[in-house]
């Protein structure tokens, strides 16, 4: 739901979005509540949403993609922790998720963009709740609920997917109906890893934040074998998924896409934290087209001058500076956002071989090369952000404002 929010809002009118931002709650609530229980919604018939500017789709762009169950999950190279890091995580390819209701149940996050009516369609069979937004975090972070919370409180639903320290599940909080995303992870694992450290630092990281952009971490709770997150439930899962399945995106879309991801990066930077894994894998996709930057495992305070050594993230998403194991600051999540921004105008990320040391090599090139499609605005920006010296990477502040984005923002 789309609201334009002035400075001389009346009393009226703040009632009015207050209203609707409610029932948009209400509307929410019911779809996840249906999701919960596996039922059978109508499906859910809108017009497929069409760029006005039709001239800058790409000639891949699909106006009405379905998100299918069985997406190809094409290999990732994550690279977690020096090569002599105790804490080096196996290379591992990501595990496949269990994708199946999103395909079923859910249609494509992107019709949404303009005409999101048929949440509220689609609502009349399911329950609601009368949580509104402002109670969901009091529910999980009340002292004394909090201090009793057990998984007995939690009515468990399907399975969202599977990291490598956990499985996610859609669960709904039996007393308030509010329905969110568990994790459990088994405490084993976290110290057969080491991972404590970084496990606490996620937590308190991610539980400080508040923004849009960002996926809310309610509270946690443990019991004796596992510890429990309780998240924000982004109902379209992974962008990385959504992008497999779409193809690239027309400017339009991904403009709107990297102008919430460069918003989120903007406060994570003023907080003085370095997210430090920033790729579509970690990027969910709430109603409509709202994205949520998620996995702080990799994130970091880092006050304003004080430069890092580690090396972490995602093999194609790493900076320069990185690779050649200089210290770096936030600005390689700026970098990254170029990564980003590319992967989803062109469909792939710019520097992708076959093998870790190519990828370096090109990465430290600089060289970008555009398929036709990409338009000039974009190429402007991505160049911008792909400076090889991390003190010529544009703002992020400017980033929001950029022409590619300014451009393309009346469409959105
Ligand atoms: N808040 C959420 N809402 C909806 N789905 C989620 C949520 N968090 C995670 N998922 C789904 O569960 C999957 C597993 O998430 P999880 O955070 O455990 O692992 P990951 O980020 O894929 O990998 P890693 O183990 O490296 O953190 C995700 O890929 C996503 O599809």
Sequence with gaps: MKMNVTNNTSHDSKLEIQKSRRESLQQRNALLTMRLNSTNPQRMVKKPWRASN?????????????????????????????????????????PTVDNTIHASKIPSPIRYIKNNNAIVTSSTTATTSNVTENDYGKIFSSPKLYKQLTLQDFEIGKKLGKGKFGKV????????????????????????????????????????????????LYGHFYDDKRVYLIMEYLVYGELYKLLRSHGPFNDIIASRFVYQIADALNHLHEKGIIHRDLKPENILIGFNNVLKLTDFGWSIINPKGVKRKTLC????????????????????????????????????PPFEEDSKELTYKRILKGEIRFPGTVSQDVRDLISRLLKNDPKERILLKEVMVHPWIMRNKPFW
């Design 169 to 216: 599940y859609c669960v709904k909080h039996k007393e308030s109906g509010f329905i969110c995303a568990l994790k459990a992870m088994d405490k084993s694992e976290i110290i057969q890893y080491n991972l404590q450290r970084q496990f606490r630092r996620e937590v308190e990281i991610q539980t400080s934040l508040n923004h849009p952009n960002l996926t809310k």
């Design 313 to 348: 993230g995602t093999i194609d998403y790493l900076s320069p500076e990185m690779i050649r194991s200089r210290e770096y600051d936030d600005t390689v999540d700026v970098w990254a956002l170029g990564v980003l921004t590319y992967e989803l105008v062109a469909g792939d």
């Design 54 to 94: 039709s001239h800058q789709q790409t000639p891949h762009h699909k106006t009405s993609p379905t998100i299918t169950s069985k997406i190809p999950s094409p290999v990732r190279r994550p690279l977690r922790g020096n090569d002599n890091s105790p804490n080096r995580l196996p290379l591992t390819k990501r």
